[in-house]
C-alpha cells in the first residue's frame, strides 16, 4: 500500500512538473530573437530590394507598424503571454496541431510521427545491445579484478570513452564507408535505408537495415559504454565485500552461490537507474551523430528547429521528451522494486 500511493503521487507530480517545465520554456523563447515575425520581417525587407544589386538597398525598406501588426497577428504574437501558452497547450494539444514555420504544410505531430520511428529504431537497439554488452563484461571485470584481462579491458574502454561519439563516427565512416579510396566501402555512407528498400526481398530490408544501421549504432553504444561497464564492476565488487557475502560462506555456500545468488541482485540496483531512459533514448541518442550519419530522427529535427527559429517545433519536441523523462523516472523506481522487493518508498521519498 505504501508503494502505491508513492507511485500514486510520483504521477500526480507530473502534471505540475510539466506544466512548470513548459511554461518556463515557453517564456524564454519569446525574448529569443530571430523568431518568426523577424524572420518574415527581414524577408520582406530582403525582397523590397529587388535583384542581386538590392540587397543593400532593401534592408532600407521601412516597415510600417500597421505591416508589422499583422505579421504578429498571423503568427498569434498579437495575443497575450498567458493566452498564447494556453492556445499552446490546450487548443493546440501541447503544440502538436500546430503548423511548422519552417515546413508550411506540416503540423508538428506530422514531423514527430515521420522521425519517430528512426529514432526509436536507432534508441532501442542501442539500448539493449549498450547492457547486453556492458553488464557482462562488468561481471567479468569483478570476477577477474587485477587480471590482465581486467587492466586490458579498462584500457580499451577507457579510450574509446575518450573519443567523442561523433568524430568516433567520422573516423569510421572516413574508414569504412568509401569516403576515400585508400580505405574500405563496405557500409553505406549514412542514411536510414537505400532508396529501393520498398522494393527488396524480405532478407534484402533486413541486410539493407543493418548496413545502414552498424556504424551509428556502435557510435551510439560506445557513448554509455564505459559509465555503464565500470558501474557494473565497482558495485559488484562493493556486494561481495559485504558482510551478508562472508555469512554465506561461512555457512558452507560456494563463492558461485554468493555472487549469483545474492550480490548479483543488489550488484544491478544502480544500473537500473537508466531503464527508465528507454522511454527517452530516440530524443537522448547524439545529435551529431544523426548529423554525421544523415539520419533524420527526432534529434536532428530538435536541432533544425532551434536553429531555424521554428518554435512550434521545439516545444512539441520538448512537451513530448518532457513526459517521457518525468515518466521514465517513474519507470527507473519500479524496476528498482522488481530487483530488490526490500526496497520501500516511505514518506519522506
Not at 557482462?136 to 579510450?159: H, Y
Request: proline share 3%; aromatic share 12%.
Amino acid at each position: 500500500m505504501e508503494r502505491l500511493s508513492y507511485f500514486i503521487r510520483r504521477l500526480l507530480l507530473v502534471i505540475p512538473t510539466f506544466l512548470g517545465i513548459t511554461f518556463i520554456v515557453f517564456g524564454l523563447i519569446q525574448f529569443v530573437p530571430g523568431g518568426p515575425v523577424e524572420q518574415q520581417i527581414a524577408q520582406m525587407r530582403g525582397l523590397g530590394g529587388g535583384g542581386e544589386a538590392g540587397g543593400n538597398a532593401g534592408s532600407n525598406v521601412s516597415i510600417t507598424e500597421d505591416q508589422r501588426r499583422a505579421i504578429e497577428k498571423e503568427f498569434g504574437f498579437d495575443k497575450p503571454f498567458l493566452a498564447r501558452y494556453w492556445k499552446w497547450l490546450v487548443t493546440d494539444g501541447m503544440g502538436m496541431k500546430s503548423i511548422s514555420y519552417k515546413y508550411n504544410n506540416k503540423t508538428v505531430w506530422q514531423l514527430i510521427e515521420e522521425r519517430f520511428p528512426v529514432s526509436l529504431t536507432f534508441g532501442i537497439t542501442s539500448f539493449i545491445l549498450t547492457y547486453l554488452i556492458c553488464i557482462p563484461l562488468g561481471i567479468g571485470k569483478a570476477l577477474r579484478n587485477g587480471t590482465s584481462f581486467d587492466v586490458a579491458s579498462s584500457f580499451v574502454v577507457l579510450v574509446l570513452y575518450a573519443i567523442p561519439a561523433f568524430a568516433f563516427g567520422m573516423i569510421l565512416k572516413t574508414l569504412f564507408s568509401g569516403t576515400s579510396d585508400h580505405f574500405f566501402d563496405i557500409f553505406p555512407i549514412g542514411g536510414f535505408r537505400s532508396e529501393n528498400w520498398e522494393s527488396l526481398s524480405a532478407w534484402g530490408k533486413i541486410k539493407d537495415q543493418t548496413n545502414h544501421m552498424f556504424l551509428p549504432v556502435l557510435c551510439y553504444v560506445i557513448g554509455n559504454f564505459a559509465i555503464l561497464t565500470i558501474l557494473m564492476k565497482n558495485s559488484l565488487l562493493d556486494q561481495i565485500s559485504q558482510d551478508y557475502v562472508r555469512t554465506v560462506l561461512a555457512k558452507g555456500g560456494t563463492m558461485r552461490r554468493a555472487i549469483w545468488g545474492h550480490a548479483l541482485r543488489n550488484a544491478l540496483v544502480p544500473i537500473v537507474t537508466g531503464i527508465g531512459g528507454i522511454l527517452t533514448i530516440m530524443f537522448a541518442g547524439s545529435v551529431l551523430i544523426e548529423r554525421v550519419f544523415s539520419i533524420n530522427g527526432i534529434g536532428l529535427l530538435t536541432l533544425d528547429a532551434i536553429v531555424g527559429r521554428d518554435y512550434m517545433v521545439f516545444m512539441g519536441t520538448l512537451a513530448l521528451t518532457s513526459i517521457l523523462g518525468l515518466v521514465g523516472r517513474i519507470l527507473s523506481d519500479f524496476c528498482y522494486v522488481l530487483v530488490d522487493p526490500r526496497i520501500s518508498f516511505g514518506k519522506e521519498a
